[in-house]
Nanobody, 126 residues
Framework: QVQLVESGGGLVQTGGSLRLSCAVSVRTFSSYAMGWFRQGPGKEREFVAAISRSGGTTYYADSVKGRFTISRDNNKSTVYLQMNSLKPEDTAVYYC???????????????????WGQGTQVTVSS
């Protein structure tokens, strides 16, 4: 069973930064494409960022491009989301997701992911 555990959420002021981590309990972490999604109050879950198995390819939602950076450490079986210049509209529960994948691309659709973490709350005050 693959387990994902997010951490690093919290309360931050507008313009601040947070770094989310997602530790994945799996032997072959480098075989998994990873993604971050978020769900704000009263909103549907939306895509934030994705990264390929090797970390060589990344993809971002337009709303976070230039402010967020996704990365991974395959030796530590962990994916990160560095969030800078945070805005109140970034307030949401952030989820990481994993999918065992054969190709080297990214996965951006939530329905394509197999495993999900429990989420971590990010609140940005104005």
């Amino acid at each position: 069973q693959v387990q994902l555990v997010e951490s690093g959420g919290g309360l931050v002021q507008t313009g601040g930064s947070l770094r989310l981590s997602c530790a994945v309990s799996v032997r072959t972490f480098s075989s998994y494409a990873m993604g971050w999604f978020r769900q704000g109050p009263g909103k549907e879950r939306e895509f934030v960022a994705a990264i390929s198995r090797s970390g060589g390819t990344t993809y971002y939602a337009d709303s976070v491009k230039g402010r967020f950076t996704i990365s991974r450490d395959n030796n530590k079986s962990t994916v990160y989301l560095q969030m800078n210049s945070l805005k109140p509209e970034d307030t949401a529960v952030y989820y990481c997701a994993a999918r065992l994948i054969l190709h080297t691309g990214v996965v951006v659709t939530p329905n394509e992911y197999t495993y999900w973490g429990q989420g971590t709350q990010v609140t940005v005050s104005s």
